[in-house]
């Protein structure tokens, strides 16, 4: 079957720093992609990794290793406004015609 | 770029019951999908269209699932004959191209009593 890995919760303080991981096994593999959802909220993207290696934008990064099927989102200087639900998803199909979706880690930021 | 505009967002219904949603993608964007949101899970992929063209259409969408996009650009997702089972949040989103992120509207939450 196809099924992405990722802890059901973190709990973390303002500034500190959290990585959260995603291991994947999936029939196809077509990137892994980040998404922040807070509640009553839409998905909103965050990052995207093709290839292996670290991709920063701002105080969010995201890395891959497709050997090892696995990757994580590291945020940085957390913030309260950081609480949130996150998942990670694979593209399983090529054009993005379909992602396979974790079950999304709760993320709370505590002062 | 006014964003993914779904209505209604939220929509109660007795079992039994048709009930239809509304998906305005972002303008240019070919690329429609239509997802199924239930609490503490992450989004499933119902169905894909590329400009008007259903392309693709998930085993979790039976029978009394149907989904339209008659003119490349807004789509409606209809279910017939409603159950409690229904109940979730559907999230439409849209993108322009291949690999480009999905961008998620506000969904429409049905609740099905």
């Known amino acids: 079957g196809q099924s992405l890995e990722q802890p059901s919760e973190v709990t973390a303080v303002e500034g500190a720093i959290v990585q959260i991981n995603c291991t994947y096994q999936?029939?196809?593999?077509?990137?892994l992609s980040w998404y922040q959802q807070h509640d009553g909220g839409a998905p909103t993207f965050l990052s995207y990794?093709?290839l292996d290696g670290l991709e920063e934008t701002g105080r969010f990064s995201s890395f891959l290793s497709r050997s090892d099927s696995y990757g994580y989102l590291l945020l940085q200087e957390l913030q309260m406004k950081d609480s949130a639900s996150y998942f990670c998803?694979?593209?399983?199909?090529?054009?993005?015609?379909?992602?396979?979706w974790g079950l999304g880690t709760s993320l709370a930021v505590n002062p | 770029d006014t964003g993914v505009s779904q209505n209604p967002r939220h929509k109660i219904t007795k079992r039994g019951q048709n009930v239809t949603f509304r998906c305005d993608p972002i303008s240019e964007h070919n690329r429609l999908y239509w997802y199924r949101q239930t609490l503490g899970q992450g989004p499933e992929f119902l169905t894909y269209f590329q400009n008007e063209a259903q392309l693709e259409k998930s085993r979790l969408l039976s029978d009394r699932f149907s989904a339209e996009r008659p003119k490349g650009s807004f789509s409606t997702l209809e279910i017939q004959r409603t159950e409690q089972g229904d109940s979730a949040m559907y999230l439409c989103a849209s993108t322009p191209g291949n690999n480009s992120p999905l961008h998620f509207g506000n969904g429409t939450r049905l609740t099905v009593t």
């Open positions: 999936t029939s196809g593999f077509y990137g």
């Open positions: 998803a694979v593209g399983n199909a090529g054009n993005n015609r379909k992602l396979i």
């Open positions: 990794n093709a």
